[in-house]
Structures are given as C-alpha cells and as structure tokens.
C-alpha cells in the first residue's frame, strides 16, 4: 500500500480483508458521511481540514474490531494499519478516536504502549466526534450519547467532559451544532 491515503473503495477492501462484520462496516460508512458533512462545514468556515483524511480515518476508524469489541480495538488497529504500511495521519485517527480521547493514566491502566491517545488535530476530533454520533449506522444526538456513556461508564468518567469539549469545539469551528 505504500505511505499514500488509500482510496474509498480500497478502505472499504481493507476492512473487508482484516475481518470487519458487514455491520462494522456499515458503522464505518455511516461515521465516514457524517465526518465528512462535518469536516465540509468546518472548512466552509474558514477551517483548514484535510477531506480525504477525514473520509478514509473514519471509514478505516474501528479496522481493530475485526479482532475484538473492547476499548482495546483502538490500538488493535492502530497496528493493523501498521503492518499495512497505511500514513501515520491515519494510524492516529484509529489510535485516538476512541471516547473523545484516552488518557495517559487511562492508557497505562488499560496496559497499552505509551503514546498520545487524545485526538489532536482537527481531522483526528472530527472521525472521533462523528464516531460519538453514530450508533450502529443511524445518527444520534450528543445528549443520547452521553447518557448511554454515563450508563456505561458512570456519571463522572473523564470521557464525558472530552466528549462535551470536542462537541463545543468542533460546534464552534461549524459555527453551529453540526447536525
């Protein structure tokens, strides 16, 4: 594959090789036109986003749940894209889209390597923005997701004021609620 972005029809080919359910990867079209409707309403504000990075990290975002269902399918993906030779750009949308980002502290109790799991480039907040919204394939509002990551988690995780502070950011840079 080389260092280049792959194009849609080969994200969707990777997925397929690596063992992504026909559901998983309809979660990751269904986040792939949601980040991109995002990251178009953003740069028509002035923001500067890279598209194609946004379409190809989200539809490749979960390629780790071709092995497992847990928070762990983060960096699961991460080296898959990896051992594929895909562009750093999009390792780190896979390694960092997960609940607004991971802590380092979070990180070394969950037993991952150490590196930067919060999101940090604009491309990088929109796929896991956009993956928050996304339940299955149909979208779901920002309070919807929190509630069900308070059940999940608990009403005082970290994950719920990540989730809250890329939901204003990335609101602001749409200069509007996104959806």
């Known amino acids: 594959m080389g260092r280049r972005i792959p194009s849609p029809r080969e994200a969707l080919k990777i997925l397929k090789d690596a063992g992504c359910s026909s559901d998983v990867i309809k979660h990751c ?3 792939a036109r ?5 990251a178009k309403k953003c740069a028509e504000n002035g923001v500067s986003v890279d598209l194609e990075l946004v379409h190809i990290g989200a539809l490749l975002h979960d390629i780790g749940r071709s092995k497992t269902h847990s928070v762990h399918h983060a960096v699961i ?3 898959i894209a990896r051992s594929l030779g895909l562009p750093e750009p999009i390792i780190e949308i896979i390694e960092r889209h997960v609940g ?3 802590s380092p502290e979070e990180a ?3 037993g991952w390597p150490d590196g930067n799991y919060m999101p940090e480039s604009i491309e990088e907040k929109i796929v896991s923005y956009a993956d928050k919204l996304i339940e299955g394939a149909k979208i779901v509002s920002i309070d919807e997701t929190l509630k069900k990551i308070k ?3 608990g009403p005082n995780h970290p994950a719920i004021e990540r989730i809250k502070r890329i939901h204003e950011e990335i609101s602001k840079l749409c200069k509007s609620p996104c959806l």
């Open 34 to 38: 949601l980040a991109v409707q995002i």
């Open 108 to 110: 070394a109790k969950l």
């Open 77 to 79: 993906g991460a080296k």
């Open 151 to 153: 059940k999940e988690l």
């Open 29 to 31: 079209r269904a986040v």
């Open 100 to 102: 607004g980002g991971i």
